[in-house]
């Protein structure tokens, strides 16, 4: 059933477990990770950049494919469908698109005042329709180069603004980590914790961060793991074993449902590692 992400998430900041929040980048994707939800009975985030619903034409057809197969596939487990790295004019499309969920990302306007200012706004829209609403605070770092570290005081600000969960950098990025990567600053965390309270935080960049760091920011009150390169991973690397054994070019190889089963059924494995990993299989509707 699609829900929109707050009490999921508040559950388990409260049972000290982590909710994977998947990024989707087309049909085989949005299947698998329902499929991987389905079996672990694990509550999920289906969650959508704007690059990726381009790609699918639109965030109304992102939200179509969800909202319909949650309903064909016989899902029973709660499904948020969320915007990923949304500026302001993403939050109204995917509104109207039937997102469940939405973040506003102002950690790339030009002050704190107007991410401030913006997201006090979309929180009053959000709320009024029944969509969960997130924030950043310190952009998350992209391409191997090192995010920001939020302030705890800007953290206290967005938080108090209502949004549902906050996304804070502390030293996290998107995509692959480099060798020299200093790790995630657990004294920032706790820091931005004590100050707000219960509110559920958000690691975004989740691919790559060893076990041992994610499990200690999840005990410190991370609820919502974004995670999306792990999984392009996981595809690619069945796919390419698929055309590398020339699979592709034996019988009807070449038919797509053959050459991406491979990589859809990677992207099951791969996401049912990751639920239990975080500890939120079989915490379906807590
Ligand atoms: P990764 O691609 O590093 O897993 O990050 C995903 C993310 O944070 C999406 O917002």
Known sequence: MLVNATAMLQSAE??????AAFNTNNLE?????????????????IQCTSGAAKWQTSFQVVSDIVHTMVKTMGITVPVALHLDHGTYEDCFKCIDAGFTSIMYDGS???DFATNLARTKELVKIAHNKGLSIEAEVGGIGDG?????????NECVAIAEAGVDFLACGIGNIHGLYPEDWAGL????????????????LVLHGGTGIPADQVAKAISMGVAKINVNTDLQVAFAKAVR????????????GYDPRKMLKPGAEAIVARATEIINQYGSAGRGWE
């Open 185 to 200: 600053n657990f004294d920032v965390l706790a820091d931005i914790k004590a100050k707000v309270g219960s509110l559920p």
């Open 241 to 252: 074993e698929y055309v590398e054994a020339g699979l592709d070019q034996q019988g009807k």
């Open 144 to 152: 191997g180069a090192a995010g920001e570290i939020a302030d705890p």
């Open 29 to 45: 994707w949005t299947r698998s990770i329902l499929t991987a939800a389905e079996e672990t009975q694990s509550p999920v985030i």
């Open 108 to 110: 790339k306007e030009p």
């Open 14 to 19: 409260r049972n000290h477990y982590g909710i």
